[in-house]
């Protein structure tokens, strides 16, 4: 069993079934007709764990043997951007210590809202990379930043501006200059969800689940100009277990605060 394959809606227009083609070639993985045939039946007749959909609204990933239905959604992010401007700050731009012109090394991009957020506050002149291993995920979140629909038009360019890569974020790091980016970000899967949250379960099942380790913190630590910063639950012991001395910064009325290794 194969873990994906591309098909359209039931009744694909030849415009449709050409973007379908495109996404099976950029994902290199089989497009196969969906011939009138459910979600479910497509997955068992080709053999596959996943099925991306392309029809005309935004691309659908399914897995009908975990009932899981994702697709891109900027999340939280207009409501944080919203916060900012109207001066109520946000915890994770304060932890990163950021203004304009800043380049944000994101290395866990997922659905990209901290990176928008990041994004937008170093605004035109600055710059986020993302990274994220997941292929399916990075190319969901790639077309989504890119096409996303959204107002106002400053949060829609902040999407537009950042850089996504798929890849392991530990191969960047050693691939990266030292003191190339002013803050390398980490936001890795919490061992324990957090909350009932629709959107980050679906996240959850499809990500790369293991924690940052000490070896990637060494590489952040060299590619960071001016901090490392990881997200982690309030309260966490994970700092505990770490050579390098984290300082914790609040993470405000949240249940989750952030670490702050500053450059040396
Ligand atoms: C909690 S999510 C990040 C959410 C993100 N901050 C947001 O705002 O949407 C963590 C993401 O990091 C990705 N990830 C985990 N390990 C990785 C690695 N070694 N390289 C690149 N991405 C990784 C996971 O697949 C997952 O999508």
Known sequence: MSDLAVTTSRKASTEQQDRARAWAERLAVPLVPR????IAEVATDEDVTGVLVISDRDPVYYKPGRQLEYF?????????????KAGRGDPMVEAMQLSGDDTVLDCTLGRGCDAIIASWVVGETG??????????????TAHGLANYEIQPADVAAAMRRIEVH???YHNVLVDADSASFDVVYFDPIFGQPLDGSRAMDLLRALADQHSVDAAA????????????????????????????????????????????????
């Open 35 to 38: 011939k009138g045939r459910s």
């Open 72 to 84: 891109f959604h900027p999340n939280m992010a207009k409501v944080r951007i919203h916060n900012l």
């Open 127 to 140: 710059k986020v990379a993302g990274v994220e291993r997941i292929p399916i995920l990075a190319a969901l």
């Open 166 to 168: 798929q890849a392991d």
């Open 217 to 264: 913190l060494r590489e952040a630590h060299r590619v960071a100009r001016r901090a490392v910063v990881v997200k982690q639950p309030r309260g966490s012991s994970y700092w505990e277990q770490l050579p390098f001395c984290f300082e914790i910064v609040a993470g405000g009325a949240s249940r989750v605060e952030y670490g702050r290794l500053s450059a040396s």
